[in-house]
């Protein structure tokens, strides 16, 4: 196991393993133990009771968070015609059809989301194998596959994050940055929250939340207590 840094075992003695603190607390302990020395990320993770095997339990959308998330994502639009000048207006960084899929296919990832109308779907789905395993593929589960390429991009420039339950039933989903206000990042922590409670499904067994923790980028966890929500 690699040796710890000197700044993260100072970081750790300030987190008491063994409890669960307020969402407020929380927040305020895990910037105080971030170590990076640039403007790190703030991330929950939720450890579910789901079984992501089961088609009805594969937990996945997406959520525009109130204050975003203090990235600027840019958007590749898959789109032609009228959809394509409208994409272009909402502000995409590209659009393009087959052209871009030759792009991709030639090794090129200049872009964090991909929007696709459904009529694009066949040309997108060429990808498959590229944008997969990247998280990056089009789906209508996430709005990402949709006519109304305007919402599409305007909701992905004002802090749209997607969650997607892995094997093991976590959820990771950024909330902002280490520089964001505390109650900004409150903010954004609940609505996460409040979604996640909302798309239980109803064939969970057991208690449907197991733990809760938030982090930055190279700190500790903290755990965090859910009746504090």
């Not at 105080?32 to 009805?56: C, G, H, Q």
């Not at 600027?72 to 032609?80: N, Y």
């Not at 892995?166 to 959820?171: F, L, Q, S």
């Not at 280490?178 to 409150?186: E, H, N, P, Y």
Request: net charge positive; hydrophobic share 40%.
């Amino acid at each position: 196991m690699a040796k710890k840094s000197k700044k993260m075992q100072e970081a750790l003695k300030k987190v008491d393993a063994t409890k669960n603190y307020s969402v407020v607390e929380a927040i305020a302990l895990a910037k105080e133990t971030n170590i990076a020395k640039f403007d790190a990320t703030v991330e929950v993770a939720y450890r579910l009771s789901v079984d992501p095997k089961k088609a009805d339990q594969q937990i996945r959308g997406a959520v525009v968070l109130p204050n975003g998330t203090g990235k600027t994502q840019t958007v590749l639009v898959f789109a032609k015609g009228e959809k394509a000048k409208e994409a272009e207006a909402a502000g995409a960084d590209f659009v393009g059809e087959a052209d871009m899929v030759q792009k991709i296919q030639g090794g090129w990832f200049g872009f964090d989301v991909v929007v696709a109308t459904p009529d694009m779907m066949a040309e997108v789905g060429k990808l498959g194998r590229v944008l997969g395993p990247k998280g990056l593929m089009p789906n209508p589960k996430t709005g990402t596959v949709t006519m109304d390429v305007t919402k599409a991009v305007n909701e992905v420039k004002a802090g749209k994050v997607t969650y997607r339950v892995d094997k093991a039933g976590n959820v990771h989903v950024p909330i902002g940055k280490v520089s964001f206000d505390d109650a900004k990042l409150l903010e954004n922590f609940q609505t996460i929250h409040e979604t996640l409670v909302k798309v239980k499904p109803a064939t969970a067994k057991g208690q449907y939340i197991k733990n809760i923790a938030v982090t930055t980028t190279f700190g500790p966890g903290v755990k965090v207590d859910q009746a504090s929500f």
